[in-house]
């Protein structure tokens, strides 16, 4: 069974660092992509940007280049989400999904991190 | 940037009846690279639908798409409870992709 596990809610301050975590099983996590979607309240679903585990060839979505990091350690076959510097408009629910490639769907979900950030 | 536009924004049906949403992309969408989601409250979105008409695993027939270019529908034949919950479009022949702005499929 292919699921998609993410580290849970995270609370921080504006400035503050903070990584989440997506850990794949159940398939060959190096052969798919894995992207980042960022869900604000009450709104609709935006891509961040993806990764290729098996290379950490990675692709941002202009929105999102230069704010987040993404990376991956194929050895523990987990996806990371990072931001140096948080805002409180990063204040949302982030999805971690597979997918089959570049130009592709995503077929499976994680249950999504929620961060909340204020002062 | 392609931008998908969904209408309606809220469908308010009863289950039984059928149910059509549209959505309509800015400029043509390649190889109909368009994907279908479901998502509940307090849920993860579900694919539906990919390559514009395939369903994919374990979704049930009741769900149909079709569309190409720049038009596109999802069609859910007779409403079961369970299929109350926001649906979106994703293009996905350009760039990562874009979402649409979901229509919200609710109980009358």
């Known amino acids: 069974e292919v699921r998609l596990v993410q580290s849970g809610a995270e609370v921080r301050k504006p400035g503050e660092s903070l990584k989440i975590s997506c850990k794949g099983s159940g398939y060959s996590f190096t052969t798919y992509w894995i992207g980042w979607v960022r869900q604000m309240p009450g709104k609709g679903l935006e891509w961040m940007g993806i990764i290729y585990p098996g290379d950490s060839d990675t692709r941002y979505s202009p929105s999102f280049q230069g704010q987040v990091t993404i990376s991956a350690d194929k050895s523990i076959s987990t996806a990371y989400l990072q931001w140096s510097s948080l805002r409180a408009s990063d204040t949302a629910i982030y999805y971690c999904?597979?997918?089959?490639?570049?130009?592709?769907?995503?077929?499976?979900w994680g249950q999504g991190t929620l961060v909340t950030v204020y002062s | 940037e392609i931008v998908l536009t969904q209408s309606p924004g809220t469908l308010s049906l009863s289950p039984g009846e059928r149910a059509t949403l549209s959505c309509r992309a800015s400029?043509?969408?390649?190889?109909?690279?368009l994907a279908w989601y479901q998502q509940k409250p307090g849920q993860a979105p579900r694919l539906l639908i990919y390559?514009?008409?395939s369903r994919a695993t374990g979704i049930p027939d009741r769900f149909s798409a079709s569309g190409s270019g720049t038009d596109f529908t999802l069609t859910i034949s007779r409403l079961e409870p369970e299929d109350f919950a926001v649906y979106y479009c994703q293009q996905y022949g350009s760039s990562l992709g874009t979402f649409g702005q979901g229509t919200k499929v609710e109980i009358k």
């Open positions: 400029q043509s969408v390649s190889s109909s690279y």
């Open positions: 390559g514009a008409s």
């Open positions: 999904a597979r997918r089959d490639g570049v130009v592709s769907g995503a077929d499976y």
